[in-house]
Every structure is written in C-alpha cells, then in structure tokens.
C-alpha cells in the first residue's frame, strides 16, 4: 500500500476493487492523508467471509474517534484475527470502547496499537485480549455510544459540512443549526442527534434553535 500522499480516494478505490470472496486482507497505510472518509468507504466494502483484516494507519493525524467507530461498525462476524494500527492518531477511549462494542464473537487474535494517542494506559492494556477489551469497554459505553452517534450521522450528512462541524470547535452557531436541520428528517433517530451533539460540546439547553432536540 503507498504511503505518503494516499489519500482517500485511493483507498475508496481499492475498497471498490476488493473481490468479494476475500479472506485476508492488509493495509498499510503509514504517514498518509487518509481521513475518517477513507475508512468510512473502506468499512463499507469489507468481505462478509473475511478471516483475517490487518490495518496500520499509524500517524495519519486526520484520522479520529469516528473513523475508527465507522470502521468497527462494518466488521464483518466472519473475522477471526483484527489488527489496527493508529499510533500518533487523534483516538481515544471512546473510540475504542466503539471498537470493542463490534468485535466479532468468533475473534481469536486481536492486536491494537494506539501508542501516543489520548487512549489512556488501561485501554491499551486491554488491547490484545477480546474479552478483556469488551470487559474495559463497560466503563466507557456513553462516550462510546456519543462517537456512534457521531459516525452515523457522518453517514447522513454530506463529508464536508460534517468535518466542518467536528473540526471547528468555535463553528458558527447557524452553520451547525443548519447541519442539525439538514439530518433531522432523516433516518437518524433522536438518541443519534443528542450523541452528535454531546460530541460536538453543544449545549441543548441553551442552544433555543435546537430545544426541539432536547425535549
């Protein structure tokens, strides 16, 4: 897999070829522009019948909790080996506790490195054991649960106005009225759009134009 200048549209690409009869894939994508988008396409196109998914995204600074949450959330139950590698990458606790909340049953060999990110020593302590890592997971379920959110709503609103939303902490209070107005009527339910915003740091109750979401 090339590194440096990969990007998105280059792993969307290689998703689309993937045969469907794949067992064993690996990435390697180290030091590259990848953001939460690419692993969005790449979740999406993962083989029912994969065994073995072995990723290494180690300093792609773009990537963040909700990539890695899309990316759990497309786990195929045939797997039986996961690797992800994301150190020097902007994850954290929640983002695990996402991933470990997807984990295939049928997963015998699990081995995450998240060295230098915000996952805290305990998380990375549990990242090699299944079971250890869902029991740790438990401690983390409503940040986890709050990253969901935020990676389902990622699927309904377009790519830009999203990233806009969740890179700019001081973002216009119109501009995130009207992102939250764009998803209302969609499919995203009302417990989503409350863990988008707790995501994003808004506060419902003093937001007025956005009260229709705290009743």
């Known amino acids: 897999m090339p590194t440096g200048f990969f990007c998105d549209s280059g792993l969307?690409?290689?998703?689309?070829?993937?045969?469907?009869?794949?067992?064993?894939?690996?990435?390697?994508?180290?030091?590259?522009?990848?953001?939460d988008c690419g692993l969005a396409a790449l979740a999406g196109r993962l083989s029912q019948g994969l065994q073995q998914l072995h990723l290494h995204f180690d300093n792609c600074g773009s990537i963040s909790d909700i990539g890695l949450a899309v990316l759990a959330d497309g786990l195929p139950g045939s797997l039986q080996s996961l690797t992800v590698?994301?150190?020097?990458?902007?994850?954290?606790?929640?983002?695990?506790a996402a991933l470990a909340g997807c984990l295939p049953r049928g997963l015998q060999t699990l081995d995450i490195n998240a060295a230098l990110t915000q996952v805290s020593i305990d998380g990375q302590g549990a990242s090699r054991d299944p079971e250890r890592l869902r029991a740790w997971a438990l401690q983390h379920e409503s940040a986890a649960a709050e990253v969901r959110a935020a990676a389902r709503i990622q699927e309904l609103a377009k790519p830009a106005e999203f990233e806009g939303a969740v890179e700019d902490s001081n973002m216009e209070a119109d501009s995130i009225n009207a992102l939250f107005s764009k998803v209302k009527t969609s499919k995203a339910s009302r417990g989503e759009l409350r863990g988008f915003a707790k995501y994003l740091g808004i506060d419902l109750v003093t937001n007025p134009d956005l009260e229709w979401l705290a009743i």
Request: aromatic share 0%; glycine share 6%.
């Open 12 to 35: 969307a690409a290689l998703a689309a070829s993937l045969p469907g009869g794949l067992r064993i894939l690996t990435i390697v994508a180290r030091d590259t522009l990848l953001t």
């Open 85 to 96: 590698h994301v150190k020097e990458v902007q994850v954290s606790d929640a983002a695990l």
